[in-house]
C-alpha cells in the first residue's frame, strides 16, 4: 500500500476490449536521456516517460488500440490467457518500479504528483485483482461472443484494402480467443465458479442470434447475420469510394464467408455445446459470490474497486436504506402533484403499468422514442455553458442496440467516441420490448447517458492534453457513473424535469440507484435470494417490473459494480456542498465543474482533496468570500 495516501485510493484502470495483454511483457522504456530533456522539469520528464509508458501498455490490447481511433497492430486481437494477465501484471511492477528509482516524487509540481499516484494505484488494483482474475463470469449476458461481433462492427472501420485484410485477419483469430475463453470458463467451472443459470440462458440467446442467417447457415433466403451485414456493407462502401474493384470486393466476401462458416462457426458451436452442458451443474437458485470460494473477501475487494472507498457491505447497505428513505418522501410530495388519489405504492403500479406512460412496441413507437430522447437532449444542450467552462467537442448519437445483443429490460448504456472526434459517442437503447422503457424516464436517462452525464465527462475527458495521455482514459466506476447521477440532479437545477411525471423519473431514477446499495449488498453478502431483490425493488420503485427483473440478473452477474453510482454521486454532492459553504457569494458553478472535470475520472479521495486546493486558491484570491471555516 502506498503510504501517501489512504488505501481508501483505489484506482482502476479500464481498457474497453476484454483482455488487454499482448503474447509477451515489452521492455521498460528508460527516462529519455537527459540531452533531450536537460530543459524539462521533473513533472515534464516524467510526462513524457508516462506517455511513453501509456504506448507499451497499449501493445497489449490491440482492441483498445482501435476503439482509440488507432490502426497500430490493426489484424490483431486480444491475448486473453492467464499467461497474459501475469505478463501483464510483471510488466507493470517492472514499469512502477522503474518510475519510482528514476523520479524525484517530492519534485513534481501537484500534477505530477497526481500521475506518479495514479500510476501506481494502477499497480495496486492489478495487485488487488490478482487473486480473483478467473473469477469473473465470462459467458454471460454481453460475454465475448457478444462483444467481439460487436467491437468489429462498432470499433474496426475499413478505409482502405488493407483494413479490409485486418479484418479478416481478426475473423481468423475469434476462435482462438473464444477457445482460450472457453478454457478459463472450465477452470473456473472446475475450481466451484459457476455463474447464475440465467447467464447460461443469456448466453445461448446471443450466441444464437449472432449465428442465424447467412454465412452461417447453407440456405442464402435467411436473412444476413449482424457481422456478414457489417463486413457486406464495409466493402460495398470502398467498392462506392473506387477504393477496390469488383473483383477483388468478391473475393474478399469469399474469404470472409469461408471463416465465419467454417472456424468463427465451428468455436461457437462449441461454446454453445459447453455452456448446454454444464448449465446442469448451476445452483437451481441465483447465489450470490458469497457462494464461491473465498467469496467474502472477493465481493470486499470488489466494493473497493468499484467505489474507491473502504466502505464495507454492511457500511453500503446502511447507506441505501436512508437514501431509500429519503427519497421516498421526496416522491410523495411530486407524486401529489399529479393529482394522483392514492398511496405512493399505488401510484408506483399506476405509472408502471398504465398505457399512457409507454409508446407502441412497433417501429414507429421506437422513433418516436429517439426523437423525444433527442429533443431533450438538444434542450440541455443549450444551458450548458452556464454551468461549465469546459465543453465536449464530440458530436453524440442515439441509437438502437444492435439486434444480436440487444435484451428485453437490459440497461441503456454509452459508448465512448474517438478522441479525435472522427467517431462520436453513442447512447445505446434496448428496445426490443417498449413496455420497459417509460416515457417519464427518458428525460432522466438521457442526460444521465449524454449530456451533461457521459457524454460530456468522457469526452472532456478524452480531449484533455495537458496531462499524460494515460489519464485521458483512465475510468474509476465510481467517478464516472457517480457523475452520470450527480448529472441528472444538477439537470433539474438547469431548467429540466417542468413536467411533474418526468421529475417523478428524475426521482425515480435516483432511488433505483439507492435501491442498488440494499440489493448487490443483499444478494452478494446477505444472502438475498433472486425473489427477495427483485420484491425490495418492486416495493421501493416504480421501474417497470421487466426492467426489474433484468437489474436483479445484472446485480448477481456483476458483483459490486451498482454501487458506484449512488456512491459516487454523493460524494460529488458532498464535495459541491463543502464548496458552497465555505466560498458563499464566490462560488462559481462553471469553475467548480471544471475542476471536477479537469483531471478525468480520478477516485474519491483524490477528487475531494483537489476540490480542497481548489478551495484554498479562492479564498487566497477572493477572502472577502470566505463565509465558513476550512
Not at 465481493?299 to 446502511?318: E, G, K
Not at 421506437?366 to 443549450?382: A, G, H, M, S
Not at 444551458?383 to 444480436?404: H, I, M, N, Q, T
Not at 475542476?595 to 478525468?600: A, E, N
Request: hydrophobic share 35%.
Amino acid at each position: 500500500m502506498i503510504a501517501r495516501l489512504s488505501s481508501a485510493f483505489i484506482v482502476t484502470i479500464l481498457l474497453v476490449a476484454c483482455g488487454d495483454v499482448p503474447s509477451g511483457p515489452p521492455e521498460v522504456i528508460s527516462v529519455p536521456a537527459p540531452v533531450q530533456t536537460a530543459e524539462l522539469t521533473e513533472t515534464d520528464r516524467l510526462n513524457v516517460w508516462l506517455d511513453e509508458q501509456y504506448e507499451q501498455q497499449l501493445d497489449f490490447s490491440p482492441q483498445t488500440r482501435s476503439v482509440l481511433g488507432d490502426k497500430t497492430d490493426y489484424d490483431q486481437l486480444n491475448d486473453v490467457t492467464l499467461v497474459a494477465q501475469q505478463q501483464r501484471l510483471d510488466w507493470r511492477r517492472q514499469s512502477v518500479a522503474a518510475m519510482r528509482s528514476e523520479f524525484d516524487y517530492q519534485a513534481l509540481n501537484d500534477d505530477g504528483k497526481l500521475s506518479f499516484d495514479m500510476w501506481e494505484y494502477a499497480l495496486e488494483q492489478a495487485e488487488a485483482a490478482y487473486p480473483y482474475r478467473n473469477y469473473g463470469y465470462i459467458f454471460g449476458r454481453g460475454g465475448p461472443h457478444a462483444s467481439l461481433p460487436s467491437f468489429m462492427i462498432s470499433f474496426h472501420s475499413v478505409d482502405d484494402e488493407s483494413d479490409l485484410e485486418a479484418y479478416l485477419s481478426r475473423l481468423e483469430q475469434i476462435d482462438r480467443v473464444l477457445n482460450d475463453l472457453l478454457n478459463l470458463s472450465k477452470e473456473q467451472a472446475d475450481a466451484g465458479i459457476r455463474q447464475p443459470r440465467f447467464n447460461y440462458e443469456f448466453a445461448l440467446e446471443e450466441i444464437n442470434r449472432v449465428t442465424t442467417g447467412v454465412p452461417f447457415n447453407s440456405n442464402d433466403s435467411s436473412p444476413n447475420s449482424p457481422i456478414w451485414t457489417d463486413f457486406q456493407g464495409k466493402v460495398d462502401q470502398l467498392v462506392k469510394m473506387a477504393r477496390l474493384d469488383e473483383q477483388a470486393a468478391q473475393t474478399y466476401l469469399q474469404r470472409a464467408r469461408v471463416i465465419l462458416s467454417g472456424e468463427v462457426l465451428a468455436a461457437y458451436q462449441e461454446v454453445r455445446a459447453w455452456l448446454e452442458d454444464d448449465m446442469a451443474f448451476a445452483a437451481d437458485q441465483a447465489q450470490g459470490v458469497w457462494a464461491l470460494p473465498d467469496g467474502e473477501n472477493y465481493y470486499n475487494q470488489r466494493l473497493s474497486r468499484m467505489t474507491t472507498l473502504d466502505l464495507t457491505a454492511d457500511d453500503i447497505h446502511s447507506i441505501g436504506l436512508a437514501e431509500v428513505d429519503r427519497l421516498l418522501l421526496e416522491m410523495e410530495s411530486v407524486k401529489q402533484q399529479t393529482d394522483f388519489e392514492g398511496t405512493l405504492q399505488e401510484f408506483f403500479v399506476f405509472v408502471r403499468e398504465d398505457e399512457q406512460f409507454y409508446y407502441p412496441n412497433t417501429d414507429e413507437g421506437r422513433q418516436e422514442y429517439l426523437k423525444v430522447n433527442n429533443e431533450y437532449l438538444n434542450f440541455i444542450f443549450d444551458r450548458l455553458p452556464d454551468y461549465f467552462g469546459r465543453l465536449p467537442k464530440a458530436p453524440l448519437v442515439v441509437k438502437r442496440v444492435e439486434s444480436f445483443r440487444e435484451q428485453p429490460g437490459a440497461a441503456q448504456h454509452y459508448r465512448q467516441g474517438a478522441p479525435d472526434g472522427s467517431r462520436p459517442g453513442v447512447f445505446y437503447s434496448h428496445m426490443s420490448d417498449m413496455s420497459t422503457l417509460a416515457k417519464w424516464q427518458i428525460e432522466d436517462i438521457a442526460y444521465h447517458e449524454g449530456n451533461p452525464g457521459h457524454h460530456m465527462q468522457i469526452s472532456i475527458q478524452q480531449e484533455l492534453t495537458d496531462v499524460p495521455r494515460f489519464r485521458t482514459q483512465y475510468r474509476t466506476t465510481a467517478y464516472t457513473e457517480g457523475w452520470g447521477l450527480y448529472s441528472e440532479w444538477l439537470a433539474k437545477e438547469m431548467g429540466g424535469f417542468q413536467d411533474p411525471y418526468s421529475d417523478f423519473g428524475r426521482l425515480a431514477g435516483e432511488i433505483w440507484r439507492a435501491v442498488r446499495l440494499v440489493v448487490d449488498t443483499g444478494i452478494h453478502a446477505k444472502r438475498w435470494s433472486e425473489a427477495q431483490a427483485v420484491q425490495y425493488f418492486l416495493d421501493n420503485s416504480p421501474i417497470p417490473e421487466g426492467a426489474v427483473r433484468s437489474e436483479v440478473k445484472r446485480y448477481f452477474s456483476n458483483p459490486g459494480q451498482a454501487t458506484a453510482y449512488k456512491i459516487g454521486m454523493l460524494n460529488f454532492q458532498q464535495a459541491r456542498t463543502r464548496a458552497e459553504n465555505v466560498l458563499g457569494q464566490s462560488f462559481d458553478v462553471r469553475a467548480f465543474h471544471d475542476v471536477i472535470l479537469g483531471s478525468g475520472a480520478v477516485p474519491m479521495p483524490i477528487m475531494h482533496a483537489r476540490v480542497e486546493s481548489w478551495i484554498k486558491e479562492q479564498l487566497v484570491a477572493s477572502p472577502a468570500g470566505q463565509e465558513g471555516v476550512l
